[in-house]
């Protein structure tokens, strides 16, 4: 009996250091599974998640904890080898997890950026505007742009300015055309911009030691483009295809809704090519019951294999989200992967991927993902759908998009979930487009 007390001890002991999640995590785990599970648990009276762990068994609580998507991506495909759901819920509930609160995620310090030298053939943003000969007068639109704004030529100026700043989102050798230098080509785009001294100070200290080329500009562009008329053609310079079903309403009154599309494209920023994204416009109720209740209060929805968003007329602010769809496939595409890359976390194979792809391309990966499981943390959990990771960063560039137009001064932050995303989350994307700028510019996306 004493050889097998000790022996019971030892194990008991080697258990504690192989559980690798917290008191914290786990009782987050617990409130998780209870959110998707609620209905059916308060037929039994179970009102709440303490309750419900006080009165299940280990067993019972670790198999539901065990069946549920969201909570594999967070914690279980993290555990080591051979340890399973049962084995957290049994040290858990014998007290023996830490309560030592993790850190807070600290963004590693960015690496210099290095000179590109040449551009790789398959670099995904040399895009070039088209006029009737091919080509805009690029240097008689630049000219004109940077003159004073006066009363006899105020039209004439302010269509070049909208010009010269589309341009400069859509040809990165633009400066290079025009002969000047892209450090003076970017103040020229900033003085245009009509941003509040505290916005050019964020913007500016995001992008401290990067690249003119690889810069985030959304607060510049969306305190411009909150004044700027944007027309369809102006639309059709980002995408593939836009398709309205009220085609009339589009091209005469659909100006919030233009604009909409272009300030979601412009606030992202950082040289994300979407000309192969197509839009329509119209009511996404898409199953074969039109008046099905499930269908009928959709305001958007993302078609991954046809890269194709169908969002309302009357809901301008469904878009962003639609769009975080769209790149996160775009990123999971750029891997090999058929789904979303937020959705990869227990298929993201390092070794497999290091073959295929240069470190710095799986590193910034991983740090995608790392990133979407801490905005996880601090999102809505209501329900099996809001903790998804897929929702979880589609919400995340719909706030995103709100915050960059609310720090220009050209809108209300906006946030329809319960998420608490923080300034450091929005610096931290600011961060990972600017690397992904750099990488697609070095490596090109097919590499």
């Not at 091919?134 to 009363?151: C, N, S």
């Not at 995103?400 to 946030?415: D, I, L, Y």
Request: aromatic residues 12%; proline residues 4%.
């Amino acid at each position: 009996m004493k050889i097998y007390r000790f022996i019971e001890a030892q194990e008991l002991e080697e258990e504690v250091e192989e559980v690798p999640l917290t008191v914290q995590q786990v009782e987050d785990a617990f409130q998780r599974a209870y959110n998707i599970h609620r209905e059916y648990l308060l037929n039994y009276d179970i009102k709440s998640w303490q309750q419900w762990v006080r009165e299940t068994d280990a067993y019972h609580l670790a198999i539901t904890l065990d069946s549920e998507r969201t909570l594999y991506d967070k914690y279980w495909s993290h555990l080591p080898e051979g340890m399973m759901p049962l084995d957290v819920v049994e040290a858990y509930k014998a007290n023996r997890l830490s309560t030592t609160p993790l850190e807070p995620y600290r963004y590693p310090k960015r690496e210099e950026y290095e000179p590109l030298g040449v551009t790789p053939e398959k670099s995904p943003w040399m895009w070039k505007l088209p006029g009737e000969s091919g080509e805009k007068d690029i240097k008689g639109i630049y000219e004109t742009a940077i003159q004073r704004i006066l009363k006899s030529n105020r039209e004439e100026v302010e269509q070049a300015r909208k010009d010269l700043f589309l341009l400069y989102y859509t040809d990165l050798e633009l400066a290079d055309k025009l002969g000047v230098s892209k450090a003076e080509l970017n103040k020229k785009i900033r003085s245009m911009s009509g941003t509040n001294k505290g916005a050019r100070d964020l913007q500016n200290r995001l992008n401290a030691g990067v690249p003119v080329e690889h810069m985030w500009s959304g607060i510049y562009n969306s305190a411009y483009l909150s004044d700027v008329e944007i027309l369809p053609e102006d639309v059709d310079q980002f995408v593939k295809e836009v398709n309205p079903i009220d085609e009339e309403n589009y091209m005469s009154s659909g100006r919030s809704l233009r604009t909409s599309l272009v300030s979601t494209f412009m606030a992202i920023n950082t040289s994300i090519k979407y000309d192969d994204l197509t839009i329509e416009i119209g009511d996404p109720n898409l199953s074969n019951d039109p008046n099905s209740a499930k269908n009928r209060d959709i305001r958007g929805k993302y078609f991954s294999q046809d890269k194709k968003i169908i969002i309302k007329q009357t809901y301008g602010t469904t878009l962003p989200h639609e769009v975080g769809h769209y790149l996160d496939y775009k990123f999971g595409e750029e891997f090999g992967f058929s789904g979303a890359l937020s959705s990869t976390t227990g298929i993201y194979n390092r070794e497999r991927l290091l073959q295929r792809f240069p470190k710095e391309k799986v590193d910034w990966g991983e740090k995608y993902l790392g990133f979407v499981k801490d905005l996880s943390e601090r999102s809505d959990i209501w329900s099996e759908y809001t903790q998804s990771f897929v929702e979880v960063f589609a919400r995340f560039v719909a706030e995103f998009v709100s915050w960059t137009k609310h720090q220009a001064a050209a809108g209300r932050r906006e946030n329809e979930f319960n998420d608490r995303f923080t300034e450091v989350d929005f610096s931290r994307f600011v961060y990972l487009l600017q690397e992904k700028s750099y990488l697609d510019r070095k490596y090109g996306l097919g590499n």
